[in-house]
């Protein structure tokens, strides 16, 4: 008998902070589906075996988020070309035979709330630096790669993290000296945070905005909170600024697609649902 009552969730460890469910039963409920969306917390201990339940519970597929999204690649048949350059997937979709196909929507989203925020924005418009080269750093690079970025520099606590990108990714990228950010982004059009500095319970990200061209666009994949010191000093000095909000929304939509075969869009009803749990 076929199972019309579609069921998919997020696995990580913790999970319970998790904006996914109030993201995913929002579309749910808007475009009357008959299923749910389920917080997982899996032990990283068993994640094997919590991945390859999803076929046995007849689950439609699963987010994938921290600290697993790495590891997770080990447990699933198939993994996009896209995920496998990114070197982590976030998404789990269970095909029709039962294989589990591994994907990754972080750069999409990130892509599309760049759009979002400025619909004329150009990949190669001109330096694009990214703070950071953590997993959120390699989905973005590779986003904007794929977009036609033509210089990107990364810049990153750990050098040599950046070096590795810059030697992974090639002659677009450029790994500059975490002490070089001031230099670095004096002709850039585009700053993007990926590292956790600026988040709730972290401490700021320490970068003077001064010599930042007044054309450039400022974001922040951190949503917690909405404006971090880094966007409220950009805002401060009239850059149009982009929260992380706009990325986690939208990194939703294909996978929702792909379990529900409806693709929804990001509306201000469901962006105002989410940030009222801030
Ligand atoms: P990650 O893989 O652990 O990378 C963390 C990055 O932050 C690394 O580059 C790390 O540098 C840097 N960092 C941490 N503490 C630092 C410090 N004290 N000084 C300088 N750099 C520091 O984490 P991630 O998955 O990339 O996530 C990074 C951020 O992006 C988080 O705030 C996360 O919430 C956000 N994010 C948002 C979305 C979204 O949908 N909006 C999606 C994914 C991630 P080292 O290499 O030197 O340790």
């Not at 921290?66 to 982590?88: C, F, N, T, Y």
Request: hydrophobic share 45%; aromatic share 6%.
């Amino acid at each position: 008998m076929k199972n019309t009552f579609t069921v998919a969730g997020v696995m990580g460890w913790p999970v319970a902070h998790s904006r996914s469910p109030i993201i995913h039963n929002h579309w749910i409920h808007q475009h009357h589906l008959k299923g749910a969306y389920a917080l997982f917390p899996v032990n990283p201990l068993r994640l094997e075996a919590a991945i390859r339940g999803l076929q046995a519970l007849g689950l439609a597929g699963c987010n994938i988020t921290i600290p697993h999204k790495v590891e997770a690649m080990q447990h699933v048949d198939w993994i996009d070309p896209l995920a496998k350059r990114m070197g982590a997937i976030n998404t789990i979709v269970v095909q029709a035979d039962g294989a589990l196909h591994g994907y990754n929507h972080d750069g999409f989203g990130y892509i599309a709330s760049l759009r979002e925020a400025q619909p004329s924005w150009q990949p190669n418009a001109g330096a694009i630096v990214v703070l950071g080269a953590g997993g959120a750093a390699r989905a973005i690079v590779v986003s904007l790669m794929d977009q036609g970025a033509q210089d990107i520099r990364v810049l990153n606590r750990t050098f040599g993290k950046a070096q590795d990108l810059a030697y992974e990714f090639g002659s677009v990228v450029t790994a500059y000296d975490w002490d070089e950010r001031h230099e670095a982004i004096s002709d850039c059009v585009l700053l993007i945070n990926t590292t956790s500095l600026g988040m709730h319970g972290q401490a700021a990200l320490e970068i003077e905005l001064s010599q930042l061209p007044r054309a450039a666009l400022v974001s922040d994949a951190i949503y917690v909170p909405l404006e971090t010191p880094l966007l409220a000093q950009a805002r401060a000095r009239g850059h149009t600024t982009v929260n992380g909000l706009g990325m986690l929304l939208h990194q939703a939509r294909p996978a929702f697609h792909a379990w529900f075969d409806v693709m929804p869009d990001v509306t201000a009803e469901l962006r105002q649902a989410v940030i009222a749990t801030l």
